[in-house]
């Protein structure tokens, strides 16, 4: 009974940069679990070459271009999948950017800017894109790419507009998760310490961050995608009938200290 919880046995699942880092491992585990797979990328090249990664595991992943800053695209692929009769009962909204080391008063405008709307106005448009027809099918889960840096402030590392952003993605989770109980939809988010991905590793500045990050996790090491991909698939499959409005932490202990 309680392993087949755990399988999202052909649930359509959406997971927005997906192509790569945490948002591939995602989709491999959605896929591992049973789901039928869509990966929106920004970029076209990512987006096949996460498709490939994924055919080579065995799963059929569709690939679909779009950028999550803009609703009228996220609405369109939304509303496209529920008119083809297989309306999305799965969106992981993992697309995000991350950018730090600027102190808050040199701050662009356009830097911050840029954050917002890629990581909360992305997140807004597509579970409103989303949400709408999994509230007509009164049944769905979404899962947020939130971080410790919603909870925490970084050091040494100044990033301010990265860690506000979390912030409200976590407490958009929230508040959708109140207001759509009611409609048989759960939302729900991870927050993960720092995960070996392109987005922290090939960054040149993180080589001598490192060290002091490990001194200030419990556990003394760095996360690796699939022990993210592993709690979105909890949070998405049946397993968390019971959880709504959870930040869940996948920290190795970050946020105890
Ligand atoms: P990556 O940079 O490795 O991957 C992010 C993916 O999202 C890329 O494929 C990227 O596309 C895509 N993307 C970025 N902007 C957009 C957009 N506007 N529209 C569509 N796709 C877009 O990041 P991670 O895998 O490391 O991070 C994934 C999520 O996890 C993010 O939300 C991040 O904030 C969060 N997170 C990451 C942590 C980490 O340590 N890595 C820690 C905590 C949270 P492209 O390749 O074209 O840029």
Redesign the pocket.
């Given at each position: 009974m309680y392993q087949a919880r755990f399988r999202v046995e052909n649930e359509l699942a959406v997971i927005?940069?997906g192509?790569?880092?945490?948002?591939l491992a995602c989709a491999a585990a959605l896929g591992e679990a049973g789901a039928r797979l869509v990966i929106?990328?920004?970029?076209e090249q990512?987006g096949h070459a996460g498709r490939e990664e994924l055919a080579v595991k065995g799963y059929d992943a569709e690939f679909l271009a779009?950028?999550?800053?803009s609703s009228a695209r996220m609405t369109e692929i939304a509303d496209l999948l529920a008119t083809q009769g297989r309306p999305a009962s799965i969106l992981v909204n993992?697309?995000?950017?991350?950018h730090s080391g600027v102190s808050s008063e040199d701050v662009s405008d356009e830097q911050w800017l840029r954050m917002m709307d890629?990581?909360v106005n992305?997140v807004f448009w597509c579970s409103r894109a989303f949400g709408r027809h999994m509230i007509a099918a009164r049944r769905g889960a979404i899962v947020n790419?939130?971080?410790?840096?919603g909870t925490i402030c970084n050091r040494p590392q100044p990033q301010t507009p990265?860690n506000v952003s979390?912030a409200a993605v976590h407490h958009m989770t929230r508040s959708m998760a109140a207001e759509w109980a009611q409609h048989g939809v759960r939302v729900n988010a991870v927050?993960?310490?720092?995960?070996e991905?392109?987005?922290?590793m090939a960054n040149p500045d993180n080589r001598d961050r490192i060290g002091i990050w490990l001194h200030d996790t419990p556990m003394g090491r760095l996360?690796q995608?699939h022990e993210?991909a592993s709690a979105v698939l909890f949070l998405a499959s049946d397993a968390a009938s019971l959880i709504t409005g959870a930040v869940v932490p996948v920290d190795g202990g970050f946020t105890c200290w």
């Open positions: 927005t940069g192509g790569r880092g945490i948002g929106i990328e920004m970029d990512v779009g950028d999550v800053t993992n697309a995000g950017i991350g890629v990581n992305g790419l939130g971080s410790m840096s990265y979390k927050a993960p310490t720092y995960i991905t392109p987005m922290v996360g995608t993210v």
